[in-house]
């Protein structure tokens, strides 16, 4: 009955009904894509500091003149310097003998195949998740028969390859010693050469991806410096220039932050003043739902009023105006979910953005939309108790001038 009442309301008042709903609508999608905008802003950055172990703020890339071994093993061994290696992906040319797991496993059979290839020390630059496998520092990378040994980590699709695999080539020996985590991603070696606004995401899935593990220190100019627990990025760094005088080697470097802040001058300023104006917008969005609620009881007050007068408890008043409001927010809600993936697909045509904001409509702006609804919900049902308590039937019904 509860319901039937709440539809009628509806129903009797249609054209009301209908701009409360368009109102919703409008505010609600208004929430929605400030929430996006405001969430995306960092999501490159955001991406890389959950990624790595040390965070954006205590890591940094030197960039060296020369690849001085004495230097990097120097530097390696200073209690500042949590992770000194690199992360570079090849393509098949280098290792052609590992296109045969792709060949086998991956089913568009590019003619490539992304191998990671990490020194034993930057394994640890980030946090290596497995489903199954041994941990690098446990295993022996010494020589066997001549030849150099390195641990492959398969990505998740390839886990019906047995742990213990060997690739023989003719320089190396590649040994399968775990399979990655469905959830396992990687730093994107891109991040070597600074953050650029234009890059959705800094990480990649591993799922196809086979991480390549070495002894030894990087063997790249371009490298990752993390600093260790108690020291500071800057301390770090320091100790690294400290050393250059002394094995004559010239190095520059960039922080991760510093190199994010840089690109991003420009929208630093421009994302302060955005997110006042979405402060702005959700309130206001707020308020006029609220004010046009207020004024859709004030309109229902009679229907009120009469309800009393026959027999209908507060309560069940209450109920009924209550279940009319959550009716028409559930429909809201429901023309709001096509709308916000059709501009969505529409707005965020680089498939890597489609991706993000997909991403943050699920997770950020639905909830926020839904918590501002059920906010509004718990306003206006404490306003139509009040009134409820306040008037009589007589009140609310009005005399012939009302």
């Known amino acids: 009955m509860i319901l039937r009442f709440a539809s009628d309301l509806i129903i009797n008042r249609f054209r009301q009904s209908l701009i409360v709903i368009l109102l919703f609508v409008i505010s609600i999608t208004l929430i929605i894509f400030s929430t996006i905008i405001n969430f ?26 020369d690849n001085n071994i004495d230097y990097l093993e120097e530097l390696a061994s200073q209690p500042e310097v949590e992770t000194l290696g690199s992360s570079y992906k090849f393509e098949i040319d280098c290792i ?13 059979n590019d003619m490539f195949i992304e191998v990671i290839c990490v020194n034993l020390n930057s394994s640890n630059l980030c946090d290596l998740k497995l489903k199954s496998g041994d941990m690098p520092e446990k295993l022996n990378f010494d020589k066997q028969d001549n030849k150099n040994t390195e641990y492959l980590y398969l990505g998740a699709e390839y886990e019906n390859i047995p742990i213990g695999t060997i ?14 985590d469905d959830s396992q991603r990687w730093i994107d070696q891109s991040l070597l050469y600074g953050f650029d606004i234009n890059t959705v995401d800094f990480t990649f899935d591993c799922s196809y991806s086979i991480l390549s593990v070495s002894a030894g220190l990087p063997f790249t100019s371009d490298i990752w410096i993390c600093a260790s627990d108690n020291y500071t990025i800057e301390q770090t760094i320091e100790k690294a220039l400290n050393l250059t005088e002394k094995h004559n080697i010239n190095v520059t470097y960039t922080t991760l932050q510093s190199s994010y802040e840089r690109a991003t001058s420009d929208w630093i300023t421009i994302n302060s003043i955005l997110s006042k104006l979405i402060i702005i917008v959700c309130f206001s969005c707020i308020m006029m739902m609220i004010c046009f609620q207020l004024i859709q009881i004030l309109t229902d007050k009679r229907e009120m009023g009469i309800m009393m007068s026959v027999g209908f408890s507060i309560s069940d008043i209450w109920i009924i105006m209550l279940v009319k409001n959550l009716i028409i927010s559930v429909i809201s809600l429901i023309a709001i979910i096509p709308l916000s993936v059709y501009v969505i697909k529409w707005w965020f ?19 926020l939309a ?21 008037l009589t039937p007589l009140d609310m019904i009005g005399g012939q001038h009302d």
């Not at 999501?43 to 500091?49: E, G, H, L």
């Not at 997909?358 to 909830?367: D, E, Y």
């Open 349 to 367: 045509n680089v498939e890597g953005m489609k991706n993000v904001a997909f991403s943050i409509l699920i997770n950020k702006a639905f909830p």
């Open 40 to 65: 995306g802003h960092n999501y490159a950055y955001d991406s890389a500091d959950s990624l790595l172990k040390q965070g954006v703020k205590n890591t940094a890339v030197l960039r060296l003149s």
């Open 96 to 108: 052609p003998e590992l296109y045969e797991i792709q060949r086998s496993h991956k089913t568009n």
């Open 370 to 390: 839904i918590l501002a609804i059920v906010g509004i919900l718990v306003i206006l049902s404490i306003i139509i108790l009040g009134i409820l308590k306040k």
């Open 167 to 180: 690739y023989d080539t003719e320089y190396c020996n590649y040994i399968v010693a775990g399979i990655l």
